[in-house]
């Protein structure tokens, strides 16, 4: 090891790991302390990233002083957040005219177009093929691969209604499955296809992403696979919904091109994740004259307060602030609108009648139709019922076709996995010239150069404007221990402390996030993480960062040890933690004497492609700004 010359008084406290491990599981462990000093003496020791004389640990003693992150707690983050989406419905109320109303949902839908990715879709060959049909008694299956982008497989089922008693061109609608394993294949989702089909309506469902047919290789399915891409995705400004909104936009573009489909008369359904993108798709597409989504249009707040931030798909960096809400949603659309909702949903019930009744209400002062917009309720659970898809049909039937009736569901099939499967052996991934959306999302990084540095300097203006918030100062009153004058303190992010060191817990603080435990709905993938990925994604939804408030509480802290000692503290930070040290050294470069790095994290671009988990809480939190106006 290198030699250091020691010209003052060092305390140290040596823990070893081992003993550190054994502590933890409850065994006693004696940790000797040793008081070395010299007036000019040399001694091997681990030479940190740069070395300066002086006072580097000294503290009257092996103590260690300690504080914990000042987080908000996540009541309150969420009633903040449910005060904003109020406070968008009552813009909506307050619109005095047709025309005032047109100028607000003109602004609304060019933001979310934008934050959403719509208009930078490429419409590049979709390259479709007809791997199979199968006959049925009153309607026909097509199965049809095809490509969102070069190389990403999209699996599809074409419905067709029996052209003996149906002539074509069809008017249709696309139909977009919600989280489940099989994707497309989903029994309820396959029914409403059917039932679609019986009626005289062309259908189109697919496999969205991690889906069905549509592994990304990552070994994940469904929401978990949504919301890994969504940690990656966030980093450039965009979202799982950038890319689950983009193939739905492809698989309507080719619905539409076939001959036996009529263009002008098309709509969208969906259920659960697939309400979602199918309200999202509405909003933004013009091409939809009619939608249907199902489980999932209730009230931003309702469900904030209940069930807590959702999937990746559904959170967009301070979204109240250019007015995203359910009403907003409903209003973009530009056509007829059925709210199908259930009963015992955890997508709230309540939320659902006061969203419709405000956009009733609104319609009317407008001038808007008065069928437009509808709610229907269905007894039980979250699901694509019965219910759902007869009235689904019903609706669509009406504003595609001029054709009113109830749609009843005498009779349904029982599907094989051979009836849905499109490809070879039930899996894109095996497809020559298969392209993952992790290998797009990688090409965008080496493109756009992102790193945590760069993160960290765009970021600069969301660490200022934490520094003057109440939530960063409340790290104050956490610090224990005494700092001795003169002796300069070294702030620890990870790692063990030594004796004079004030070290940080910032993540994982079970004492600090406040995770309601009363929560009435189900629990969002976020809160099983049992971490600080609620608070990472709720600070997003607010246009906040977690990481620059705990750049921001780290500065707070440097400030308060150098006013205590009256030297500029020494910063020391390991493994994840050195991403709140560069977001901290970015916004005040001045605020250390030095800073050590050790064991720093892959970067992203690394992860990625080892398609490794990435907290929210790790990348999320980093971004800063795809906001709308």
Request: with cysteine; hydrophobic share 40%.
């Amino acid at each position: 090891m290198d030699e250091l010359q020691l010209n003052d008084v060092y305390y140290f406290l040596s823990v070893s790991e081992t003993a550190w491990r054994d502590e933890m599981d409850g065994r006693m462990i004696l940790l000797a302390c040793g008081i070395l000093f010299a007036s000019s003496m040399r001694l091997e020791a681990a030479r940190p990233a740069f070395y300066l004389p002086g006072r580097l640990l000294a503290a009257p003693g092996p103590v260690c002083n300690t504080y914990h992150a000042a987080s908000p707690t996540v009541d309150a983050l969420e009633a903040s957040l449910a005060a904003r989406d109020a406070a968008v419905d009552a813009e909506w109320l307050a619109v005095p005219d047709k025309t005032a109303f047109v100028a607000k949902r003109t602004e609304f839908k060019t933001d979310f177009r934008r934050v959403i990715g719509y208009d930078e879709i490429q419409r590049t060959p979709l390259q479709a093929k007809t791997t199979g049909v199968r006959v049925f008694d009153a309607f026909r299956i097509e199965k049809v691969l095809m490509e969102s982008a070069p190389g990403e497989f999209i699996a599809t089922l074409v419905f067709l209604p029996d052209a003996k008693k149906f002539a074509p061109p069809y008017a249709g609608f696309i139909f977009i499955p919600g989280h489940n394993d099989r994707g497309k294949g989903g029994k309820d989702y396959l029914h409403t296809c059917e039932l679609g089909a019986r009626n005289g309506l062309a259908v189109i469902t697919y496999d969205p992403l991690g889906q069905g047919e549509r592994s990304q290789g990552a070994g994940l399915r469904s929401a978990d696979e949504h919301v890994r891409i969504g940690a990656y995705a966030v980093l450039l400004g965009e979202t799982t919904a950038t890319y689950m909104l983009r193939d739905a936009v492809r698989v309507f573009d080719y619905f539409e091109s076939r001959p036996d489909i009529d263009r002008n008369k098309l709509g969208v359904c969906g259920n659960s994740g697939g309400g979602t993108m199918a309200a999202f798709f509405m909003a933004v597409d013009d091409r939809v004259k009619a939608a249907t989504p199902s489980c999932y249009l209730s009230s931003a707040r309702k469900h904030l307060l209940t069930c807590g931030p959702q999937d990746a798909e559904q959170n967009f960096f301070d979204a109240f602030s250019w007015g995203f809400n359910h009403a907003a949603l409903m209003f973009a659309a530009e056509c007829p609108v059925l709210i199908n909702a259930a009963v015992e949903d955890f997508f709230q019930i309540e939320g659902s009648r006061s969203t419709h009744r405000l956009v009733k209400e609104v319609a009317a002062k407008v001038g808007l139709p008065a069928d437009w917009y509808e709610l229907s309720e269905a007894p039980g659970p979250h699901k694509m019922s019965k219910t759902h898809r007869e009235r689904s049909v019903s609706f669509l039937l009406k504003h595609l076709t001029g054709e009113s009736r109830q749609v009843a569901e005498t009779e349904t099939t029982e599907f094989t996995a051979d009836d849905c499967t499109v490809t070879p052996d039930e899996e894109v991934s095996h497809l020559v010239g298969f392209k993952s959306i992790y290998d797009t999302i990688a090409e965008k990084f080496v493109a756009r150069g992102v790193s945590v540095d760069n993160a960290a300097q765009n970021a600069k203006p969301l660490v200022a404007k934490e520094l003057i918030g109440k939530d960063c100062s409340g790290v104050l009153a956490t610090l224990k221990g005494e700092l001795a004058k003169d002796r300069r303190a070294t702030l620890r992010l990870g790692g063990l402390a030594g004796a004079g060191e004030v070290t940080a817990t910032l993540f994982a603080d079970a004492g600090r996030y406040v995770i309601r435990s009363e929560r009435k709905g189900k629990r969002s993938y976020y809160e099983r993480r049992g971490d600080d990925e609620v608070v990472a994604v709720d600070l997003y939804i607010a246009g906040r960062s977690l990481v620059a408030l705990r750049a921001a509480e780290i500065l707070t802290l440097a400030a308060e040890l150098e006013k205590r000692t009256g030297v500029k503290p020494m910063l020391v930070a390991e493994g994840r933690y050195v991403t709140i040290a560069k977001f901290a050294l970015a916004a005040d470069p001045t605020a250390f004497v030095g800073v050590e790095y050790r064991n720093e994290p892959k970067s992203f671009l690394d992860s990625l492609k080892a398609r490794e988990y990435l907290s929210f809480a790790d990348s999320g939190a980093l971004y800063s700004g795809k906001a709308g106006r």
